[in-house]
């Protein structure tokens, strides 16, 4: 149920979702759902439910879990990403060196 409504629509909801159950629990869900589709490799699910898991911390104004979600939500999003990566360096990998060699270098500190 949580992956189908917006954030915006669960707090705007936060009364009448407090009666059955609290935001903390909805956090908690996203937070598990999340976990396990990045388990499955379903990287951009992951992201989805571990974005709303983030939000909801953040809206509880609980900093250590907002922490522990922005971290699992960046790993699922860079995992996200690493296949992309790969086939990049797969399919071309003097492509890839030749666009790494025309970026400008680091000015020395």
């Known amino acids: 149920l949580a992956g189908r409504l917006s954030l915006s629509l669960l707090l705007s909801r ?4 407090s009666r059955c159950c609290s935001l903390s629990l909805w956090r908690q869900a996203c ?5 396990l589709h990045r388990a499955a490799g379903d990287f951009t699910r ?10 909801l911390s953040r809206a509880l104004g609980d900093a250590a879990a907002a ?11 860079a995992s996200a ?7 990049a360096i797969k399919g071309d990998l003097g492509a890839l ?13």
């Open 31 to 35: 937070g598990r759902l999340g976990a």
């Open 14 to 17: 936060r009364a009448s979702l």
């Open 97 to 109: 060196l030749a666009w790494k060699n025309r970026r400008a270098p680091l000015a020395a500190t």
């Open 46 to 55: 992951a992201a989805e439910y571990l974005g709303k898991a983030y939000q």
């Open 67 to 77: 922490d522990q979600a922005r971290l699992a939500l960046g790993i699922a999003l």
């Open 81 to 87: 990403k690493r296949e992309a990566l790969l086939g």
